[in-house]
T-cell receptor, first 111, second 109 residues
Framework: EAQVTQNPRYLITVTGKKLTVTCSQN?????MSWYRQDPGLGLRQIYY???????DKGDVPEGYKVSRKEKRNFPLILESPSPNQTSLYFC??????????FGPGTRLLVL | GQSLEQPSEVTAVEGAIVQINCTYQ??????LSWYQQHDGGAPTFLSYNALDGLEETGRFSSFLSRSDSYGYLLLQELQMKDSASYFCAVLNRDDKIIFGKGTRLHILP
């Protein structure tokens, strides 16, 4: 089954404790993105990647890091999480000019 | 800059027709997409328009006018399960997808 998976689905952590949210897709897509969704603000892109070892900042990259060492994986790293990073996070993948497929989402609470 | 405008909320009656509008401003336009998101779920793709005109997929249709930087999603024969948020999204020449803030559709029985 073609899908995008994210882990963990839910996470509660404390300020400053490094965390990684994993994302994996099995569709051999070149493009992958991370979004955060907050009430009233829609989906805002954090980072995206057009291929292995090619990443670029989205609209809200501050406080986040990503890497794309393999085509299927695109982890999101929060080196020192802060409460304003409490949000719902979605990973997504697509081919160029094509439909974007979203993962199930990760709910993060930073205390 | 780049921006998309869509109404924050729309209310309609079960069985009726509703139109959700989207206007956009972007640097180089490739196409306009629509996504549906139910509460607690992930966005799912509904339609994509690269050329002017109407695209129909079952009860849902999407329209694009590139000259007016405008598009809409038309939902017919509304069902209660159509209650969700709907996002328009632009694919621009930088190969980025930019989302609007979403329209919450309320359906009354």
């Amino acid at each position: 089954e073609a899908q995008v998976t994210q882990n963990p689905r839910y996470l509660i952590t404390v300020t400053g404790k490094k965390l990684t949210v994993t994302c994996s897709q099995n569709m051999n897509h070149e493009y992958m993105s991370w979004y955060r969704q907050d009430p009233g603000l829609g989906l805002r892109q954090i980072y995206y990647s057009m291929n292995v070892e090619v990443t670029d900042k989205g609209d809200v990259p501050e406080g986040y890091k990503v890497s794309r060492k393999e085509k299927r994986n695109f982890p999101l790293i929060l080196e020192s999480p802060s409460p304003n990073q409490t949000s719902l996070y979605f990973c997504a993948s697509r081919e160029r000019d094509k439909t974007q497929y979203f993962g199930p989402g990760t709910r993060l609470l930073v205390l | 800059g780049q921006s998309l405008e869509q109404p924050s909320e729309v209310t309609a009656v079960e069985g009726a027709i509703v139109q959700i509008n989207c206007t956009y401003q972007t640097s180089g336009f490739y196409g306009l997409s629509w996504y549906q998101q139910h509460d607690g779920g992930a966005p799912t793709f509904l339609s994509y328009n690269a050329l002017d005109g109407l695209e129909e997929t079952g009860r849902f249709s999407s329209f694009l006018s590139r000259s007016d930087s405008y598009g809409y999603l038309l939902l017919q024969e509304l069902q209660m399960k159509d209650s969700a948020s709907y996002f328009c999204a632009v694919l621009n020449r930088d190969d980025k997808i930019i989302f609007g803030k979403g329209t919450r559709l309320h359906i009354l029985p």
